[in-house]
């Protein structure tokens, strides 16, 4: 049986609670959740596919708050086992107070994961969300789920529902 590895940073927050959420979409038994803290290199080995989630703070307390965990879970995956397994991304942000910068963060990761020869999957249409411009649209899709629990919070618990859908049929569950 496959098994899915759901990894997301930070605890506590929105990004947190959307965890749980997914996580809860999937048969127990198919997959396991994590924080990037408490992931290590060998044990990516043993996870068919990876679903990572992450909030976007804004360059400053990315650099600050969330930079130190990334960077070291993105050294940890250049060492491990993830070439050919499928990887999925979301990411909170807020569409109103940074319209500019919507769910940006979600690049980073798609890139970091590419760099180690993962494949990606799981993008999902602009449609239905307000925003100006975001580094995760890419051929008019984002690369992964943006939830936005500030702006948009009634529309979470459907979003989740039709993207695990989507991944479920893409990760060949
Ligand atoms: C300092 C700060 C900077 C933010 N910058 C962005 C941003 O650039 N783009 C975006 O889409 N959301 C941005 N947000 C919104 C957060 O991503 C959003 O509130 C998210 O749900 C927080 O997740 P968490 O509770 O797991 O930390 C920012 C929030 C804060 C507090």
Request: charged fraction near 30%.
């Amino acid at each position: 049986m496959k098994k899915i590895a759901l990894i997301y940073w930070p605890k506590k927050g929105n990004t947190e609670k959307a965890a749980q959420k997914i996580y809860e979409e999937f048969d127990e038994g198919t997959i396991d959740i994590f924080t990037i803290t408490e992931f290590n290199t060998a044990e990516f080995s043993m996870y068919d596919a990876f679903i990572i989630g992450a909030p976007t703070m804004g360059a400053d307390s990315w650099e600050d708050a969330h930079k130190t965990r990334w960077t070291d879970f993105f050294m940890r995956i250049s060492k491990a086992e993830i070439k050919g397994k499928p990887f999925a991304i979301f990411g909170l942000g807020d569409q109103v107070l940074y319209p500019y910068n919507f769910v940006d963060g979600m690049i980073e990761i798609k890139r970091e994961f590419e760099r180690c020869g993962a494949i990606h999957i799981g993008s999902w249409p602009v449609e239905g969300y307000d925003f100006e411009e975001s580094d995760s649209v890419i051929d008019d899709v984002f690369v992964g789920l943006p939830l936005d629990e500030d702006q948009q919070s009634e529309l979470t618990n459907q979003r989740i529902a039709e993207w695990t859908a989507l991944l479920m049929k893409e990760f060949s569950l």
